[in-house]
């Protein structure tokens, strides 16, 4: 079978597996060792972190809140505490320097989900289903702030899968698992990548400071390209790729994209090494003399 129908074969023969699968299992770790942080306290009687998904307390010093809620809050009428905006803050510069939406694949345990169902769409070869406009997002976050601001509520965390999934992993509650099944079903057969590239409003929140973030993929051995198309089968947002790999109206080689969820699976799967991380102000592109030149593939026949 082609490489298309498996993207990465190539990168494997050329890298090895481990190599061309690194930023997948870093983002695996990252993501259940967040989860693993909230569990030992419960577990153990030792709180690393005091708190939950969505306000928290690291070794007593460092508070960290997810911005989008206290914004909820903040229409809805209620004034959050020094300590609450604080951990805003620092949330949001954070992911103003790293890319906004590396918490939708780097920390968000949803992603687990969704890429699950992703990859078995895949092997199932199932094809077709609703087709969602990427801004349709952005109208829901949107609509879920002015629902707070009339209601009166924090309006998203009534039936944010975010928190659903927290409390199923931390507390067991069986409804939380329902969702999770949902998410999964609704991805495999509904809607390809349907939530976290074109529903979720969390993911629509993250990328408004990504648009400034320094850490970028960059395509600085663009010209090595082959068109093997493994990059955009198995990237959550694939139309950030476009201008940067096919220098679109004279697009420099880094992906600045703010919905590029900076998840390195178009790193791993180049045999030929054309993406890196790197910064949004390098616009340097490598020949292939220089360090870092693509291996050469080996025919497996």
């Known amino acids: 079978m082609s490489a298309k129908e498996f993207p990465g074969r190539d990168a494997v023969q050329a890298k090895g597996w481990l190599h061309a699968h690194k930023w997948l299992l870093a983002r695996r770790a990252a993501q259940l060792g967040f989860l693993a942080l909230f569990l030992i306290g419960p577990l153990t009687g030792f709180w690393l972190v005091k708190g939950n998904i969505s306000s928290s307390l690291t070794l007593d010093i460092l508070p960290l809140s997810d911005p989008l809620i206290h914004l909820q809050s903040w229409l809805a009428g209620h004034v959050p505490e020094t300590t609450v905006i604080t951990g805003a803050l620092i949330v949001l510069a954070a992911y103003a320097l790293i890319g906004g939406r590396m918490y939708c694949s780097w920390v968000c345990p949803v992603n687990i989900i969704t890429d699950a169902a992703h990859w078995l769409r895949h092997r199932l070869d199932i094809r077709g289903g609703i087709k969602f406009h990427r801004s349709t997002r952005y109208w829901i976050l949107a609509a879920v702030l002015v629902v707070s601001a009339i209601g009166g509520v924090v309006a998203w965390e009534l039936i944010n899968p975010v928190?659903?999934?927290?409390?199923?992993?931390?507390?067991?509650?069986?409804?939380?698992?329902?969702?999770?099944?949902?998410?999964?079903?609704?991805?495999?057969?509904?809607?390809?990548?349907?939530?976290?590239?074109?529903?979720?409003?969390?993911?629509?929140?993250?990328?408004?400071?990504?648009?400034?973030?320094?850490?970028?993929?960059?395509?600085?051995?663009?010209?090595?390209?082959?068109?093997?198309?493994?990059?955009?089968?198995?990237?959550?947002?694939?139309?950030?790729?476009?201008?940067?790999?096919?220098?679109?109206?004279?697009?420099?080689?880094?992906?600045?994209?703010?919905?590029?969820?900076?998840?390195?699976?178009?790193?791993?799967?180049?045999?030929?090494?054309?993406?890196?991380?790197?910064s949004r102000f390098d616009s340097r592109e490598k020949t292939q003399d220089e360090p870092g030149e693509p291996p050469v593939l080996h025919n497996a026949a």
């Not at 590239?197 to 850490?215: K, W």
């Not at 004279?250 to 993406?275: A, M, Q, W, Y």
Request: glycine share 6%.
């Open 163 to 278: 928190t659903v999934v927290y409390r199923a992993v931390v507390f067991g509650v069986g409804a939380a698992w329902l969702m999770m099944l949902a998410l999964f079903l609704f991805d495999l057969v509904i809607a390809e990548r349907g939530w976290c590239s074109h529903l979720c409003p969390v993911g629509a929140f993250y990328s408004l400071p990504g648009a400034f973030s320094i850490l970028r993929v960059r395509v600085p051995r663009r010209a090595a390209c082959n068109n093997c198309m493994d990059c955009f089968a198995v990237c959550p947002e694939s139309h950030v790729i476009t201008p940067a790999l096919r220098s679109e109206d004279g697009h420099k080689p880094v992906i600045s994209e703010p919905n590029c969820t900076n998840c390195g699976r178009c790193i791993d799967v180049c045999s030929l090494d054309v993406f890196e991380f790197g």
